[in-house]
């Protein structure tokens, strides 16, 4: 195949030319910027040597000086010892290279090649240029001791050749003796010539590789582009082919290469209700209701042909059931796919709720679990004094709809597209003024390791577009966009929380948390992690708790003062299951004693309200009443401060119980400020309290092991039944062990897995305990969770107990290596909390 004279331009713009322009840049570089730094390095170390030899025979003249101070000899004697010395000193490549010596006057004391000159007046001694060099001596080194000239002179000692030169001279203060010395700019030039000459010689051979090269890649590519062109012209008969095969089948149909449309036969476009020409414009994710890189990457793994069931999206119509067949196929070495689409809106499919909600979840949920890390953009920022035009102007230039005002380098505010249209257009206000008047304030931010749900239920409950984004130092270090997570929330578990913040009644949440079970499981089958599945839980119930206390308070009226509903135990360690009953309380701010009763009242009422309907929605009371409808736990900020100093300085089995609960405590609704405050509390009461943290290691330590002596798991639970094993019980030690290191080092996380994150970062652990504790934890977690979600599938009450016959001979080893492990935290707390006594 021959190629066109375009392919051939195309070659010669493309290398040839390129090429060259660099070869000719680097030839005139070496003329315009190295050859002059060569030239100036090189006068700037001949002036350097110069001065040096300068110097060199000054210190000969001071210590000839320093004998006739020290009396040895003459004045007259000391100059002409130094005379006679200056004279016969001689340097360079033919030490023909000399000094002299003058006085102020001036008048020559010593010059080795003109000695017609010794003992003359020098102050009418001009060079053949006309310059004074001798007065210019004199003037140098009466305004700064020492110095430069430059003057023309003999050659050496030549005195038929007169050449330019470049002296150094240095008074001798003590005689008004000026010695001096040169060199001759012609030895430069000289230098500066032979270098050019290396350079030229350099830049040649340069030339010649490069155009070597040139000339081999011009051939290569060439016999590239005629590959090319032939591998082209095949794909494209290929292409014809299946386009062919395409527009003849009776069912819409597909092509897709290089992840875009090229082809859809007129069945398809029918069924879509579009041209060709609007269906090549899109994409695969916007035509059906699943993500083409998840089935691409299915379909290169099975390397089979996969056929899922999914709608088509139609605009401004009802979507279209449809099932599509997805098939891989090569035109060449190019991947494509064959995608068949078959209409089945009409067809009768039954299908379980758990089977749609499971399909629902793991069309999102791989994205929606991500760190928000992954999503976060750099921010634009400018002055709290910055104008509004100005800033206008920088939200236009950095092609941004944010931007984040800052005072003292730290970030007090937000501006928006949307605030400039509503506070300055709309209001008319003026926009020489500063950002000031139209910024948001505070800024609301989160941490980096956040997942991207949790970003969305708080742009939904701030009602704000933007989050600032931290790192683990605290430092801001981004921007979270509202909209670049908005495709991700269809489906996922924000939807569902969406929904309970606007139910109006109970009957309608219940509807909601029937889908806890269905989405738990649906979450399980899609492999994700437990820390994962639990934020899940916490984020559904928090948000199921939050309505609840907002209906309960729209019936009794605005609350008497400011209070807090707070979660205790594993709700406030956000690791519920599926089993986990009610652990609530309310701390309401410090009131005076006539208003106290009153106040208590209105909470107690309140508390029952949300615990009544919690137990409705299948949150069971709990059975040691640590609820919010509990008098015992519904107490003002002083009230709890008070319970737990009591708690820290006692050391019965039921405050150490009770205080294993209560010190794993979070706000779920209103002024997280008092638990803020309560917490403070808390680690200043246990500081330096040994006793405490050793009667909070006691049940840790006490902890019976489910492996009898003959290495059989045994029945720990309270059951008649002697084949089930409490997981709960193996969890607890482990939950109890992070807990007592993270209340010794002041941890404020809650959760268990960002507690034991935070010990290993602290270094109060190690890599090889953190990664056993992590892993023991997500496997007991994770096994809770499909025994709890299996019962509740089967309409039974979900409860810790597995039956220990139906465990796998892997899970059992793995669990009595668990329960083995155990003994190593017993080790260590006995170590580090017993002995300290």
């Known amino acids: 195949m021959h190629l066109t004279p375009k392919d051939i331009r195309r070659f010669l713009s493309g290398i040839v030319f390129p090429s060259i322009l660099a070869v000719t840049l680097f030839i005139i570089s070496i003329y315009i910027f190295i050859i002059p730094v060569f030239e100036n390095n090189i006068m700037d170390k001949k002036r350097e040597m110069i001065s040096e030899l300068v110097n060199t025979a000054w210190s ?49 004391i010593m010059h080795p090649y003109r000695k017609e000159l010794n003992g003359t007046e020098l102050t009418n001694y001009f060079d053949q240029e006309g310059k004074a060099l001798f007065v210019v001596a004199v003037d140098t080194v009466k305004n700064n001791n020492e110095g430069f000239i430059d003057y023309v002179w003999q050659w050496k000692d030549d005195s038929s050749r007169i050449v330019p030169k470049l002296s150094f001279v240095k008074i ?59 591998i082209e012209n095949k794909l494209k008969a290929s292409r014809r082919k299946y386009q062919s095969l395409v527009e003849a089948s009776v069912d819409g149909t597909l092509l897709v290469i290089d992840d875009q449309i090229v082809f859809s036969n007129a069945k398809f476009n029918n069924m879509l209700g579009s041209s060709a020409s609007y269906v090549l414009s899109l994409n695969f994710d916007s035509i059906f209701d699943v993500r083409w890189n998840d089935v691409k990457s299915k379909i290169k793994k099975s390397k089979q042909s996969e056929s899922i069931d999914t709608q088509l999206k139609i605009l401004n119509k009802p979507h279209k059931d ?32 758990t089977e749609q909600l499971s399909n629902e979840i793991q069309t999102s949920l791989l994205l929606m679990n991500q760190s928000i890390k992954y999503f976060v953009k750099d921010l634009v920022k400018c002055d709290i004094d910055t104008s509004i035009y100005d800033v206008a102007l920088i939200m236009t230039k950095k092609n941004q709809n944010v931007v984040f005002i800052t005072q003292n380098n730290s970030i007090i505010g937000i501006v928006t597209d949307s605030d400039l249209r509503s506070r300055v257009i709309a209001k008319n206000i003026s926009s020489s003024g500063t950002i000031a008047q139209i910024m948001t304030a505070p800024v609301i ?46 489906n996922s578990i924000s939807y569902l929380v969406r929904e309970v913040e606007i139910a109006v009644s109970v009957e309608y949440i219940q509807e909601i948390t029937n889908k806890l079970p269905i989405l738990i499981n649906a979450l399980i089958d899609s492999g994700a992690r437990t820390q994962n599945i639990t934020r899940i839980i916490t984020s559904l119930t928090d948000a199921i708790t939050d309505r609840l206390i907002t209906l309960a308070i729209e019936s009794l009226g605005p609350p008497p003062c400011k209070f807090a509903f707070i979660a205790v135990g594993s709700e406030g360690r956000m690791e519920q299951t599926l089993a986990t009953d009610q652990d609530n309380a309310i701390i309401f701010e410090n009131v ?23 137990d409705q929605l299948g949150f069971k009371y709990c059975m040691g ?29 039921k405050s150490i119980l009770e205080a294993g609960i209560f010190f794993d405590f979070r706000c779920i609704y209103c002024e997280k400020e008092l638990t803020d405050d309560l917490q403070d509390f808390i680690f200043q009461a246990i500081e330096n309290k040994a006793v405490f943290f050793h009667h909070m290691a006691i049940p840790i330590l006490k902890y019976k092991s489910a492996v009898n002596l003959f290495g059989n798991i045994v029945s720990n639970s309270k059951k008649d039944d002697q084949n089930t094993l409490d997981i709960k019980k193996i969890i607890l030690p482990i939950t109890s062990f992070i807990r007592l290191y993270s209340l010794k080092n002041n941890i404020t996380e809650t959760n268990s897995l960002l507690r034991l994150e935070k010990l290993y970062s602290l270094n109060q652990i190690n890599k090889n305990l953190y990664n056993e504790i992590n892993v023991s934890y997500n496997y007991l977690m994770l096994l809770r969770f499909k025994s709890q979600t299996n019962e509740l599938l089967k309409k039974r009450n979900p409860d810790n107990l597995i039956d220990i016959e139906e465990l796998t001979d892997i899970e059992k080893t793995t669990i009595k290596k668990i329960i083995s492990d155990i003994s190593n935290l017993q080790a260590q707390l006995n170590f580090d909390f017993k002995g300290n006594l």
């Open 172 to 230: 001798y203060p003590d005689w008004d003796w000026i010695i001096g010395t040169g060199i001759y700019l012609e030895d430069v030039k000289e230098e500066i010539s032979a270098l050019e000459k290396r350079l030229f010689k350099i830049a040649f051979i340069v030339i010649g590789i490069v155009s070597i090269i040139i000339l081999f890649i011009v051939k290569q590519s060439l016999d590239i582009e005629r590959k090319r062109r032939d």
């Open 625 to 653: 009443e640590v609820m919010a409808n509990n008098p015992k736990w519904v107490l003002s900020l002083d009230e709890w401060k008070n319970q737990y100093k009591t708690w820290i300085n006692n050391s019965d089995p």
């Open 322 to 353: 449809v099932v599509i067949t997805i098939s891989m196929v090569y035109f060449g070495k190019q991947e494509g796919f064959i995608i068949i689409v078959k209409d089945i809106t009409n067809v009768k499919l039954v299908e379980k709720e």
């Open 445 to 490: 931010n989160v941490q980096d390791n956040i997942l991207l749900y949790e970003a969305v239920l708080i742009f939904n409950k701030q009602n704000i577009t933007h989050l600032a984004v931290k790192n683990n130092k605290s430092e801001i270090i981004g921007v979270l966009s509202n909209n670049d997570v908005h495709a991700m929330q269809r």
């Open 592 to 614: 005076d004693k006539e208003n106290h009763l009153v106040y208590k009242r209105y909470f107690l009422e309140l508390g029952n309200k949300v615990t009544k309907a919690l």
């Open 60 to 108: 000969l003249i001071e210590d000839y000086d320093q004998d006739y101070k020290d009396s040895l000899i003459s004045l007259e004697e000391a100059q002409q010892l130094a005379i006679h010395k200056i004279e016969k000193m001689r340097y360079g490549n033919e030490s023909k290279d000399y000094f002299w010596i003058t006085d102020l006057f001036p008048r020559m």
